[in-house]
């Protein structure tokens, strides 16, 4: 009786490659940017066919849409998460919002890089990513309309109140994981600096004859 025949290197089936090529490719881009990533690359470090890659994604866009669905799905559990320990006070709960953005761009850089990168580098109309991305983004529109609905924010159309909030700590989450601001990029101090901007963010988001302070320094 002859013995099986061992499988070639690059025959191997693995269990769950979809997954296994996000995983890596997160992996990848903590030390590579978006540009040098390649499915071929990635096949070869988990041991498969070079063209097994591609019967998940067709293209490195697609993978990175991948990447990115993974990351909010990731950001709105942390969202979720601060949101629910910051209580009942809208305000609170907005601010929590803003500093689960900075915190998770400092503790997971990758996934925020691929999450926001330029349009042309992601397959924007993937229906898991649009899906992932607009459940993120709700967390934060729930939040500016409990805060409208009681007269602790300014009225208006909440687009762009969320646009306030987002772009200001976009700007800051950016600077931190560019290493633009030194010391703050340890999660500890990007907490309090998010906290800080997120205070005085909220103090144009109030409304003009009730203007509370927000920018306190809370203690760690």
Not at 92 to 115: G, K, S, W
Not at 146 to 170: F, I, K, T, Y
Not at 178 to 195: H, I, M, N, S, T
Request: hydrophobic residues 45%; glycine residues 8%.
């Amino acid at each position: 009786m002859s013995s099986p025949k061992k499988k070639r290197r690059g025959t191997y089936h693995h269990g769950d490659l979809r997954q296994a090529l996000v995983d890596a490719a997160l992996r990848a881009l903590e030390d590579q940017r978006v540009e040098d990533l390649s499915l071929r690359a990635l096949g070869r470090e988990l041991g498969v066919s070079p063209r097994a890659p591609y019967r998940h994604f067709e293209t490195k866009e697609e993978l990175l849409a991948a990447v990115a669905v993974e990351g909010f799905r990731a950001f709105g559990a942390l969202m979720t998460q601060r949101v629910a320990a910051a209580g009942a006070d809208p305000i609170a709960r907005l601010r929590a919002v803003a500093e689960a953005y900075v915190l998770f761009a400092v503790e997971r850089p990758a996934a925020f890089r691929v999450m926001y990168a330029p349009y042309a580098t992601v397959n924007e109309s993937a229906p898991d990513l649009l899906r992932a991305r607009a459940e993120g983004h709700q967390v934060t529109m729930d939040a500016l309309a409990e805060g409208q609905a009681a007269g602790l924010l300014r009225e208006g159309d909440p687009m762009q109140l969320a646009l306030v909030l987002w772009s200001s700590m976009h700007g800051l989450a950016v600077l931190l994981t560019q290493g633009q601001l030194g010391r703050f990029d340890r999660p500890v101090e990007a907490a309090k600096l998010a906290w800080l901007v997120s205070g005085l963010v909220m103090e144009g988001l109030l409304p003009r004859p009730d203007r509370r302070p927000c920018a306190e320094t809370r203690s760690s």
